[in-house]
């Protein structure tokens, strides 16, 4: 009876120890927020989740591909999903992935991570995008948001090219990149589909050519 009593203190053990291993490894959380296009501002978002998780806020880094994609219907959020990098208080790599369904329920679940690929901080593209305004894109659209490298080129003949500054689109022709630094491209859809940038991205470029002028103009 004595060695059944030690066998089950020992599993008991065990599983306790499982369960809190398994908690430190993956955690979640929730919390609601509006999801009117008028109200909802990304960098408000990035506040609550900030408040929610155990993350240092200066080591948040987007995640490589699709870190964000946002559907927007009849003036609503109807699907957002984020996906970010960061250091939590012990300094150990984590990945967080946030959902947010069109009641404006969030979710954040999040595990270790050993490879991260180098970006930029989420606020500094929310609070371009929140100049601008989500209601001002439309009622009906997606927004999704990658990085890329290497030799890129884009050209508007082949769909609307923007950068954002501002809170307002200014007009592209042509943009050259030879880079081996990720730069940020926010595809936005609607009936037809835009590639929009940020301005520190176009100070990487090695060409842009503003629309409706002959020749190419510095990004200041």
């Known amino acids: 009876m004595k060695r059944i009593i030690i066998v089950l203190c020992i599993i008991f053990i065990l599983i306790a120890s499982t369960n809190w291993y398994l908690q430190g490894k993956n955690e979640s959380h929730a919390f609601t927020i509006q999801t009117e296009l008028k109200r909802v501002k990304l960098s408000t978002l990035w506040i609550a989740v900030m408040n929610s998780i155990d993350m240092q806020n200066s080591t948040a880094n987007l995640e490589w591909l699709h870190w964000l994609h946002l559907k927007a219907s009849d003036g609503k959020i109807q699907i957002l999903h984020l996906e970010f990098t960061g250091e939590n208080a012990q300094g150990r790599s984590r990945i967080y992935h946030v959902n947010v369904n069109p009641s404006g329920f969030v979710t954040i679940y999040s595990q270790p991570i050993e490879n991260i690929q180098h970006t930029v901080h989420p606020m500094r593209i929310f609070k371009e995008l929140d100049k601008f305004g989500l209601e001002n894109i439309g009622s009906n659209y997606t927004l999704d948001i990658d990085f890329e490298q290497g030799d890129l080129g884009f050209d508007s003949a ?30 936005v859809c609607r009936e037809t ?6 301005q520190n991205d176009l100070l990487k470029a090695e060409k842009v050519v503003f629309k409706n002028m002959s020749k190419e103009l510095k990004v200041q």
């Open 158 to 187: 082949y769909g609307e090219l923007y950068l954002l500054k501002d809170g307002k689109l200014i007009p592209l022709e042509k943009v050259i990149f030879h880079v081996n630094t990720p730069i940020c491209r926010i595809l």
């Open 193 to 198: 589909c835009e590639i929009w940038f940020v």
